[in-house]
């Protein structure tokens, strides 16, 4: 059921003033850019017909960080059941959020970001890419139906993990 036509032109403006972190959402969760559109198309269609059933008296946000990463965490689970993964990274820095990627510096931290999230299970993926957003251990608990003191936990453990891959080995012989 769709929602009213009185509520296109709200979520129209919603969803263009939350653009940002829905790309940022298809990014981490999608490897090409044909992926990431398809992703977008989808998440889109997702919450449009969701819309009717959103409680206004939360945060849109919310809403709509839950109903992406739900998304996109279905769509990983079809790519890898279809074969459709591929084993190197995409395009390059093509695709990334950046306002400008002939900074070569974004690019290669953005694709070792990437690098760094494809290791992450789809549930710790999204946990990153919230706090990532700035988003409270509250919210992100909101977001994924989770408690906030569970997301401390993952987020320290998911800290130490990172800072581990990243660490360089002479580090690792004065520990």
Same mark, same amino acid.
């Given at each position: ?37 398809? #992703? #977008? ?24 960080? $839950?109903?992406? #990463? ?61 706090? #990532? ?40 012989? $004065?520990?």
């Amino acid at each position: 059921m769709d929602p009213p036509p009185s509520d296109h032109e709200h979520f129209l403006s919603l969803l263009e003033s939350h653009q940002r972190p829905l790309v940022k959402v298809c990014w981490a969760y999608g490897r090409t850019s044909h992926d990431r559109d398809d #992703l #977008l198309q989808e998440i889109v269609g997702r919450l449009w017909v969701a819309f009717g059933k959103y409680d206004r008296s939360r945060r849109f946000s919310t809403w709509m960080f $839950r109903v992406a #990463l739900n998304v996109a965490i279905d769509f990983r689970r079809r790519q890898r059941r279809w074969g459709r993964e591929i084993a190197s990274l995409d395009e390059g820095g093509a695709g990334v959020p950046v306002a400008a990627t002939e900074d070569a510096t974004k690019v290669q931290q953005l694709r070792e970001l990437r690098e760094l999230l494809e290791q992450q299970s789809d549930a710790d993926r999204a946990i990153l890419l919230l706090y #990532l957003e700035s988003h409270s251990y509250r919210e992100i608990g909101e977001v994924l139906g989770i408690s906030e003191s569970n997301v401390g936990t993952r987020m320290n453990r998911l800290k130490k993990s990172l800072r581990q891959s990243v660490q360089d080995p002479s580090e690792e012989e $004065r520990e």
